[in-house]
């Protein structure tokens, strides 16, 4: 399928990041786009550039964490011949091949604090300088730059400069993850299946059946609108008949009865770590003696722990979920089990 580069969504948060993208678009400025994986900031990155000056000039996009730290100096500012073994030829880097363009660097928080040097002097003074030269070439390319990383946090780190922070904050827009979309879901899974059904033949679009809606809604989508967007195409291709709406859902790909076991490291022994006042104590085991039998025991200490974390983050479901590392699923299962919903 080709990739997606539409933007699809109608809530308030996901809107007022396109508009800003939009605005910001015309100012020959760099700008860094935040947000979590699968929240479409390659689509944003391509926006601030169609809708700039520079829309007919090159569009050279680089992502940081796909080169290795030797060779990311290289790629983005070239080299000459016999620089390093294996370098037979002088070759022009991204800033070269952006010139008169924009450069949009991708998982921007991978760079090495030696590249994150170089590429201040290009963003400050327009100037790259080729691995194994001592010329300067004078470059014109507008940078954009995503991650999905707080980096004024790693700026506090001392893994990010900076310097180079200020020089590329110009303007920041941070893309809201797809749960803090109000009414974006269905639209979007309706969007995807509508596709999906017309790749597959079907004569008409079913739609989704009540059950599947409930699920999408409930569901926490850490993987943002790449994740939906696989739930939705798996869904539909597995759907036996196209004539009733599609009511099951697959969150989880490897799921299965035969799946291997996973491995697991071998714990090393550790003091507890004091408990945080933000983290809910868990209570003590029962009493021995109190329960006779194995399982009742077991349900009813679980019980004792969901109650008590309930309480104590004042009956939040996503919040106690978190506080005791279950899934939302997993927890709304849990409470209705134990009749504490």
């Not at 003074?125 to 194994?132: P, S």
């Not at 009865?257 to 550790?270: F, G, L, N, S, V």
Request: aromatic share 8%; glycine share 6%; hydrophobic share 40%.
């Amino acid at each position: 399928m080709e990739r997606e580069s539409q933007f699809i969504g109608q809530s308030v948060a996901f809107q007022d990041s396109v508009e800003r993208a939009s605005l910001a678009a015309s100012l020959d400025r760099p700008v860094l786009v935040i947000g979590e994986r699968g929240t479409g900031k390659e689509l944003i990155a391509e926006r601030l550039h169609r809708l700039s000056t520079r829309w007919d000039r090159p569009y050279v996009i680089m992502n940081c964490a796909a080169m290795p730290e030797t060779l990311i100096e290289s790629e983005l500012f070239g080299h000459e011949a016999g620089a390093f073994t294996g370098a037979t030829k002088t070759r022009a880097g991204r800033f070269e091949e952006a010139d008169g363009g924009t450069l949009f660097l991708d998982e921007l928080a991978t760079l090495s604090m030696g590249a994150q040097e170089r590429l201040l002097r290009a963003v400050e003074y327009g100037e790259v300088t080729r691995v194994g030269s001592s010329r300067p070439i004078r470059v014109d390319v507008r940078i954009v730059a995503a991650t999905n990383e707080h980096l004024p946090a790693l700026v506090d780190d001392n893994r990010f400069r900076a310097d180079l922070l200020d020089r590329l904050s110009f303007e920041v827009i941070t893309l809201p993850p797809l749960r803090a979309r109000e009414g974006d879901i269905e639209v979007l899974a309706t969007y995807f299946g509508q596709r999906m059904a017309a790749v597959l033949g079907w004569d008409e679009w079913p739609g989704f059946g009540p059950r599947a809606l409930a699920a999408m809604e409930g569901h926490d989508w850490p993987g943002n609108v790449r994740e939906l967007r696989n739930v939705i195409e798996r869904a539909i291709y597995r759907w036996a008949d196209p004539e009733k709406p599609v009511d099951a859902l697959s969150f989880d790909p490897f799921a299965s009865p035969w799946q291997p076991a996973a491995r697991k490291a071998t714990p090393k022994a550790e003091a507890p770590a004091p408990a945080s006042p933000d983290t809910p104590a868990l209570p003590a085991a029962p009493p021995s003696g109190v329960v006779s039998d194995l399982r009742a025991a077991v349900d009813a200490y679980e019980k004792q722990i969901l109650s008590d974390t309930m309480a104590r983050c004042r009956f939040n479901q996503k919040i106690a979920a978190e506080a005791l590392g279950l899934s939302y699923d997993q927890i709304r299962h849990a409470l209705k089990k134990h009749g504490l919903n």
